[in-house]
């Protein structure tokens, strides 16, 4: 079973379901473009499944409504252009990338975890005093690179979940030793050749090591959240290992432990409002 290189994964990306046309709108309007914003609830509205998981997690306690909103024009009202476009996104990602069938990864606990990382992130946005949505759609994506292994390359998959519980090691290390490379290099490959930001590509080529990344940049961002999502067992899987993490990065964000404890009880907040998305 000779393993793929890096070059032919990304050659067989076309062969996995496209994102909707809905959430690549929302990521040209979080670009800058102009946005239409009653247009884009029309688009939105149109795709049923998105639309219905936005506004289950809109009717959420997080958002403290209090009225219930039941068009998706009223929660951009309501809850706001930038809320919106972030549940948009992440409804439209977990609909539209499945994994495929590969024996010993769970896909709940894949999104749970990406779900965690993305609003980890989004929570550390306020103390850190950066844009939430760009943190947002890092987190979102940070393992994308995992899905496309496990989409693409199941077998091969199998050979590192199993690798990496006979030698109790973690799935990136697994990956290297199968692949010849991890899913922090597949995500950044994939990102740029869906044209993102150069900072989402930084962060998803770097969240395992920050030190590598954009001085002042996303990854030590995302590598925290990252960590913060398994702390707090969002995952809820038995065994799970903490990342390694990379102190400077963590000590260079500044953050002391009372906003921490802030940044946990919000994570986990904004946890139980998205994790509808999933059910």
């Known amino acids: 079973m000779t393993p793929p290189s890096l070059a032919e994964m990304i050659g067989r990306?076309?062969?996995?379901?496209?994102?909707?046309?809905?959430?690549?709108?929302?990521?040209?309007?979080?670009?800058?473009?102009?946005?239409?914003?009653?247009?884009?609830?029309?688009?939105?509205?149109?795709?049923?499944?998105?639309?219905?998981?936005?506004?289950?997690?809109?009717?959420?306690?997080?958002?403290?409504?209090?009225?219930?909103?039941?068009?998706?024009?009223?929660?951009?009202?309501?809850?706001?252009?930038?809320?919106?476009?972030?549940?948009?996104?992440?409804?439209?990602?977990?609909?539209?990338?499945?994994?495929?069938?590969?024996?010993?990864?769970?896909?709940?606990?894949?999104?749970?975890?990406?779900?965690?990382?993305?609003?980890?992130?989004?929570?550390?946005?306020?103390?850190?005093?950066?844009?939430?949505?760009?943190?947002?759609?890092?987190?979102?994506?940070?393992?994308?690179?995992?899905?496309?292994?496990?989409?693409?390359?199941?077998?091969?998959?199998?050979?590192?979940?199993?690798?990496?519980r006979e030698q109790d090691s973690c799935l990136r290390d697994a990956e290297a030793a199968i692949f010849g490379f991890d899913h922090a290099a597949v995500g950044a490959a994939l990102a740029r050749g869906w044209n993102f930001p150069a900072d989402i590509v930084d962060a998803l080529a770097w969240h395992h090591a920050p030190e590598h990344g954009t001085p002042g940049g996303l990854a030590a961002i995302i590598h925290y959240a990252d960590a913060i999502s398994q702390a707090l067992d969002l995952e809820e899987t038995e065994n799970s290992q903490m990342p390694r993490l990379h102190q400077e990065a963590i000590d260079g964000l500044g953050l002391d432990w009372q906003k921490l404890t802030k940044v946990l009880a919000d994570t986990q907040a904004r946890f139980d409002s998205y994790r509808l998305m999933l059910g």
């Open 13 to 164: 990306i076309q062969g996995l379901p496209v994102m909707p046309a809905v959430a690549l709108e929302v990521l040209d309007s979080m670009a800058g473009a102009d946005t239409d914003v009653k247009s884009l609830a029309r688009r939105i509205t149109q795709d049923q499944a998105i639309a219905a998981r936005v506004l289950r997690v809109a009717n959420s306690p997080f958002y403290g409504l209090q009225m219930r909103v039941s068009t998706i024009h009223d929660a951009i009202v309501v809850l706001g252009f930038s809320a919106v476009r972030s549940l948009v996104l992440a409804a439209a990602i977990v609909t539209s990338l499945p994994a495929g069938r590969c024996p010993g990864f769970s896909q709940d606990r894949f999104w749970r975890h990406v779900l965690g990382t993305a609003v980890a992130a989004q929570a550390l946005a306020q103390p850190l005093k950066r844009p939430a949505e760009p943190l947002f759609i890092a987190g979102l994506l940070h393992d994308i690179g995992r899905l496309v292994m496990v989409a693409l390359y199941p077998e091969h998959y199998t050979a590192v979940i199993d690798l990496a």
